[in-house]
Each structure stands twice: as structure tokens, then as C-alpha cells.
């Protein structure tokens, strides 16, 4: 291993990883609360999160976007409409790429956009945001933090690491996000898709408004659902800040492509579409897929519970689902919450995995339908990210007989 070639000890996690060290640096998949470090720190041994620790190297300015849902999408269009205007960007955090692996090779006139999750935010503590995005909080990785209060307050980490010049641009129809300009000391900027503001990017009827000035028409962007709404008009907003004119966002807008995994067309079959959402790991995402789609879906739902309610699913699938497609270790968490809410009124199918749903929902669904992986669990029962279920799901779709894109 490279690291072994810097004489960098491999030591299991207890007692003897912390009695020589001088700071502890924490992975985002390890919590902070875990018992070994609460003794480093009454130990004197500071203990910070890896993102926090990077930031220490980096140079120019940072743009940061958080969020239960809608973060990988936000921070992919800010990098693409940052790029558009010609300003050096490097794009990386928790979209995949680690900010301590880029982050010496920045310089003064760099701009970072990074997509941080709670698992990142709760450990920050000095790091400069100068734009930071707050694009939703819902109930999320309560698995992890114990409670919605606690999530959202790991959420809320990143702006109260602001300072007055600094910007944050939240969501003025999301309660939590709104409650956020009352805990950060930046300047506050909003935005919203139901209705006007008295400053900021918000949706009037089919227009997008950037301060009361007609941006772009809500027609032109490539993204299905009103929730990518949203992301535009939040990505908008920080690029503006950025220095990002608005003809140029509005061409860069037009020509995104879109991220892998959200919402993703992956074919038709027999008059069957196939969409790949499997970054819809929680409720709400899963709520935002649905709404996209006017109705005839067959729905697959299951992986690794977080702690959610599934129950808010099932208006949405009364109205819009032929049927849902469980699998998964979470299935019967997920029956359990949708059988009595559903009442009979939308097939609940046990396919176990993957494969049976495509196989039973190719064989029922018919011209007009929509078979949409949107899982609202986390993978790591049967998969090893969202980004490898998402694959698998297109590897068997594409294994279906007679696929025409």
C-alpha cells in the first residue's frame, strides 16, 4: 500500500490508535460520538472530520451545497455553470471525490464546489464557506444521528461555520433550511418554486425569475421533475454569486447533461420506460421521483432501512403505482408501513431482489407504463453503493429482450 511506503502504521481502532496521536481525523462513515474518542478528546487529542482537515490546505473560494435530497445533482450544475463562465473549478466532496485529494493543488483564484453531507457538515468547525447552498432537510440517517433535531443540526454546521461576508443561498419553502438564516452570521439569499420573493430565484408559473428580472423558462431545462426545479434555481442563485452571468447560466442550464443514477433514462422496451433513480435513498427523494411521472408505474422499493416511515408513500403510489416492487432487507419494514396506509388499493409484490422485479414487472407492465427504481433505502444490503444498484439495475433492464433506445 502507498501509505505503508510513508512508514503509516495500521493499528486497530482502540486505545493504542490514540495515546501517541495529535489529532484524529475521522472518516464520515465513522460518528464521532463512538466512545474511543470522546476519551481522546478528555485526553486533550483533537478529533475533526476529514473534510475539515483538507480545508486547511486549500486555497480560493468555496461554494457548498447540502441537503437531504437533490446535493450531487446542485453540485454537478454549479461546477457546469462555473466552467461556462471560465472561472477554474475543481468539483468534489461527497460526489466522489475526496477534497483532501485536490485540494494542495488549488490556488487563490480556484473555486471548490463541493457537495458535503451530514456525515461531513457535523464536523466542521472552522472551514470557509463563501456560498453555501441548504437545499432541503428531511428525515434522513436518523439511523445515525438519533433524531431528526440532531440531523438537521449536522445540516446546520455548515453555515455557522460562515462569516458576514459570506453568502447562504436556502430555501425559503423548506422550514428547517428558513430556520438556517436565523444560525449563520451570512448574508442570507433565497430561493423557492411557489411563488414570488422580495429578493432571489424563484418560479413564476412556467418562468424562472432571478430578482425580479425574466431568467430562463422552467421548458428549457433538461431535468425531469419540479424538484430539479429547485436545484436550478438554487445553483442559479450561487452562480450568480459566483460572478456567473445569467445568459451564461442559462446556456450552461440548457446544455447540463444530467447525473448518473438520478432519475436517469435508461430505455424502452416494449413500450415500457425504465428509469434509474437509485440515488432515491430515502422517502422524500422517492416522493420527489414519483411526482415526476403523471402515473402507470411500477415502483421498486427496499434495500437497507434508515430508520424512515414509509407511509408518506402512499398517497402518491394510490395515485400513480400499478404496483410496487419490494426487495431488500428493508421489504417487510416497508409492507408493514404500506399495507394498512394502501389498504389494498396498490399490489405489494416480495421480489427479494433486483432481478425478480425486472423480471415480474417486465412481464405485466404494458405500453404507456414506467418501471422506476427509486428505492428509498440505502444499498448496502445487497450492494456496495446507490452507484453500483444503479448499474445492476441498468445491466437487467438492457438484458431484457429487445431494448431500443
Not at 461576508?165 to 439569499?189: C, E, K
Not at 452562480?239 to 442550464?253: K, M
Amino acid at each position: 500500500m502507498v501509505l505503508e511506503e510513508y512508514r503509516v502504521r495500521f493499528v486497530r481502532q482502540g486505545p493504542e490508535a490514540i495515546d501517541p496521536a495529535d489529532l484524529l481525523i475521522l472518516s464520515p462513515g465513522v460518528p464521532p460520538e463512538t466512545p474511543l474518542f470522546a476519551a481522546a478528546r478528555a485526553a486533550g487529542v483533537p478529533v475533526i472530520g476529514d473534510v475539515e482537515f483538507a480545508s486547511r490546505f486549500l486555497r480560493g473560494r468555496v461554494l457548498a451545497v447540502t441537503g437531504s435530497n437533490g446535493k450531487t445533482t446542485t453540485t454537478a450544475l454549479c461546477g457546469h455553470l462555473l466552467r461556462a463562465a471560465g472561472l477554474p473549478v475543481r468539483v468534489g466532496g461527497n460526489i466522489g471525490v475526496a477534497l483532501a485529494s485536490f485540494a494542495e493543488d488549488t490556488r487563490d483564484e480556484t473555486w471548490t464546489v463541493l457537495e458535503l453531507s451530514s456525515f461531513q457538515t457535523e464536523m466542521l468547525t472552522t472551514m470557509r464557506i463563501h456560498v453555501g447552498i441548504a437545499l432541503n432537510v428531511t428525515p434522513d440517517h436518523l439511523d445515525r444521528h438519533g433524531s431528526f433535531e440532531q440531523y438537521a443540526a449536522a445540516k446546520q454546521r455548515m453555515f455557522a461555520c460562515q462569516q458576514p461576508d459570506d453568502h447562504a443561498v436556502l430555501n425559503h419553502a423548506d422550514p428547517v433550511t428558513f430556520g438556517f438564516a436565523r444560525q449563520t452570521t451570512a448574508r442570507t439569499r433565497w430561493f423557492q418554486t411557489t411563488g414570488p420573493l422580495d429578493q432571489g430565484f424563484w418560479l413564476d408559473g412556467g418562468m424562472l425569475v432571478a430578482d425580479g428580472q425574466a431568467w430562463m423558462p422552467a421548458a428549457e431545462i433538461p431535468l425531469r421533475g419540479v424538484h430539479n426545479v429547485e436545484n436550478v434555481l438554487a445553483s442559479g442563485c450561487a452562480a450568480a454569486l459566483a460572478g456567473v452571468p445569467l445568459d451564461v447560466a442559462r446556456g450552461a442550464v440548457k446544455s447540463f447533461p444530467g447525473v448518473e443514477h438520478r432519475l436517469e433514462f435508461v430505455g424502452c422496451i416494449g413500450g415500457v420506460d425504465y428509469f434509474n433513480d437509485s440515488k432515491a435513498t430515502n422517502v422524500d427523494a422517492t416522493i420527489k421521483a414519483i411526482e415526476s411521472f403523471s402515473g402507470g408505474l411500477w415502483i421498486v422499493l427496499g434495500g437497507k432501512d434508515k430508520g424512515s416511515d414509509y407511509t408518506p408513500l402512499a398517497p402518491l403510489l394510490r395515485a400513480r403505482a400499478r404496483a410496487v416492487l419490494l426487495i431488500g432487507a428493508a421489504a417487510g419494514r416497508i409492507r408493514g408501513d404500506l399495507e394498512t396506509a394502501l389498504a389494498g388499493a396498490v399490489p405489494l409484490h416480495d421480489c427479494g431482489d433486483l432481478a425478480t422485479a425486472l423480471r415480474a414487472s417486465h412481464a405485466a407492465a404494458r405500453p404507456g407504463d414506467t418501471v422506476l427504481l427509486a428505492p428509498a433505502c440505502a444499498s448496502f444490503d445487497q450492494f456496495t453503493s446507490f452507484e453500483h444498484r444503479g448499474r445492476v439495475f441498468k445491466d437487467l433492464v438492457r438484458q431484457l429482450e429487445g431494448p431500443t433506445q
